[in-house]
């Protein structure tokens, strides 16, 4: 990367995080390019040389959470697609500390931004986001299991939930606790390795 493009990249993380800022303060409709740049530390021209709008940040800020989410793990995006189609089927859990860890410690880092993208989940088009996580992960993994396509919708509600409910508790509590017990929680929980007693089995 030259000097112009680190230029660029670093006007683009300024902007995404001025806007997602504003977001915490109030509704996108009513969010200014002047606030905008008043966040950021720029003018109005340097707005205009990387957006025409504020629907256009907007994506680009959606598509930073992403990607800042997905710097988390250690591993490709279209290695993990991939996968799917020649690995075991119990390589295809992914209510693990291998995939859990990174997911909460992503939370637990970025608390602001993560609730940020909950109280704006329709402006910032994370019904988008998570259908395409449907059709390129969970529909091919519950394919695999022999899940029928009519139950599939039901299921993944029936596990995201589960574990979003979790993660919101945890949350409301400031994440104060420890993310390996969290982990174990959702293990639990979601994986069904808690008895009627309330005893780990």
């Not at 530390?41 to 959606?62: I, K, P, Q, W």
């Not at 992960?137 to 029928?148: D, Y």
């Amino acid at each position: 990367m030259n000097r112009n493009e680190s230029k660029y990249f670093n006007t683009a993380i300024k902007m995404d995080e001025a806007l997602i800022t504003l977001l915490e303060k109030k509704d996108f409709a009513f969010i200014t390019i002047k606030e905008i740049c008043e966040e950021a530390g720029v003018n109005r021209s340097t707005f205009y040389l990387h957006y025409e709008n504020t629907s256009d940040l907007l994506r680009e800020a959606t598509q930073y959470i992403i990607n800042k989410h997905f710097s988390y793990y250690n591993i490709d995006q279209k290695d993990i697609i991939l996968k799917f189609e020649n690995c075991e089927r119990r390589d295809l859990i992914f209510i693990t500390h291998e995939y859990l860890a990174p997911y909460l410690t992503f939370i637990k880092e970025n608390r602001k931004i993560f609730k940020i993208a909950i109280k704006q989940f329709q402006v910032m088009n994370m019904n988008e986001v998570y259908g395409k996580m449907f059709k390129y992960i969970f529909e091919p993994i519950l394919e695999r299991f022999n899940v029928p396509g009519t139950e599939r919708p039901f299921v993944i509600k029936f596990y995201l939930t589960g574990v979003f409910a979790i993660v919101m508790e945890w949350l409301d509590n400031d994440c104060k606790e420890d993310t390996d017990f969290i982990i174990k929680l959702i293990c639990d929980c979601v994986m069904g390795e808690r008895n009627i007693n309330g005893q780990n089995t």
